[in-house]
């Protein structure tokens, strides 16, 4: 059988690799419910796709669907994306919505949804029922666990000689939202006994290991631990690299604000010890602070991973500050939105409509995103290399009044100044090549190159050019000479080369 894709750290770095060979994601998740029609996505999705220049995308598979009576199965649908996404050319990381979907049970098929008594809620203090199935509820884990095999079964059979799936994403934003634990019978046992071994910090009761925030990692515990049961059952059909994403902590800072029992960053220990069949946790960042964020997830050897983004311009170019951060995917969220066509005739009946509905069409961010993923696709090689041997600097504007910052790379200082321009935040990476050699691609952002403090020999340009790369090799455009010889970025996505020397 062909290798299949793998998520594994090479000379220190995380990476994906997929049909032998590093390869980042340059993708986009569509919206929940589109995948839940193949003609929808023949007529209102994959045309739109088409000019973004992804090489995947981040589709759903649902439960309710492809289990609509227990134990009978149907696939017609997600063989239909299969087909679909190949013609494409394009990759799918697959959205398990099984049990959990943003805290919520609504994915589940009518079945489970009726059989409560089998299928029990997770409850409230006041012993109400909230709109997720407990996970402390045995039966509905092995059921879903049971789907899920089954779906893993199908997709090696039909997919694994040509892998056009290449990931699995395990449930949805999973906790429980609104509540800061789950009240039912069993969790009400499992929070009374002692804390399993397995969990970080473990020394009796939740209370005496975890103190106020206990609540949180029973929560944490639970999801993390039905979770591995999913994954395993599913890996031992297909193995394919799976992974989970959070709802971030963020204002009110009131567990249940979010869903409690949520990969947030803080809490990957407990995931990497009780779902240790989980590749990793990734982060939904619709947060103005993209870079806290990444750093957040990059500080618990845990591979950075996007798999929801925001859709608004000021932000796109947070694209490229996430691959010189060296994630293996950036992936806005509902970008089929990005090009419609607001006034189109329709081959459907109600497709004009449809689009109508999109009230979120962003062309601006449609184009840089294309711009950006072309050029990432360009550099790739080259920046795998980098990455890998630590040459790589990211940038970002991370308020909107900081008014640059400064590179140190070797014996170079480079002073980056932040334009206050409208359109996308200033941001990017630079590559150090050596001996005064640098690649800096970004946007809206010009700069100047110094030596070292206590250096005072100036700091001049032998060249510098602007390009493309193909390949991993850079394109020479314009050579920028005379009063034209500036680093300056513009607000699309753009690299520049540039050699320099020390006068003596
Ligand atoms: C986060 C969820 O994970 C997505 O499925 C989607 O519902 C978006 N929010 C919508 O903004």
Known sequence: MKELPRI??????????????????????????????????????????RPLNMNAVI????????????????????DALIDQARRESMRLALLWFGLWKNGESTYVPDWVKRDQRRFFWARDSYGRPIYTISPFCDAAIEADARAFARLMRHIRERDQDEQTVIMIQLENEIGTLGIE???????????????PAVMPGAHGTWAESYGEEAPTYLMEYAYAAAVERIARAGQAEYALPMYVNAWLE?????????????????????????????????????VTDFAGVCEDYTAHDNPLFIPE???????????????????????????????TPLSENAPLDNRAQILANRKTACPESGAYLAGAYKLMAGIEPLLHRALREGRVYPFIRRTEHEPGCELKMGEYRLRLNFKDAEGPRSAGFVIDNGGGDFFIVGSNVNGAFFGLYDDPRPVRALAIEEGTFENGVWQRGRLLNGDEAGLYLSAMPEAIHVRLFYQM
């Not at 311009?313 to 694209?319: A, F, P």
């Open 309 to 339: 983004h925001r859709q608004d311009l000021r932000h796109m170019s947070d694209v490229l500050y996430a691959y010189g951060k060296g994630a293996l995917c950036f992936a806005p969220f509902g970008l089929e939105d990005f090009f």
């Open 59 to 78: 589709a759903p598979v649902y439960w309710q669907l492809i289990e609509p009576r227990e134990g009978e199965f149907d696939f017609e649908l997600l």
């Open 181 to 195: 634990r789950d009240f039912s019978d069993a969790a009400q046992r499992m929070f009374e006994g002692a804390v």
């Open 250 to 286: 963020q204002f009110p800072w009131r567990p249940g604000a979010w869903p409690c029992g949520c990969p947030v960053a803080r809490f990957i220990p407990v995931w990497q010890a009780c779902a240790p069949s989980v590749a990793f946790s990734a982060p939904d960042i619709y």
């Open 8 to 49: 594994e750290k090479t000379d220190g770095r995380w990476q994906l690799t997929v049909d032998g060979r590093p390869m980042l994601l340059f993708s986009g998740e569509i919206h929940n419910s589109s995948a839940s029609s193949a003609e929808y996505m023949e007529e209102c999705v994959w045309p739109y796709l």
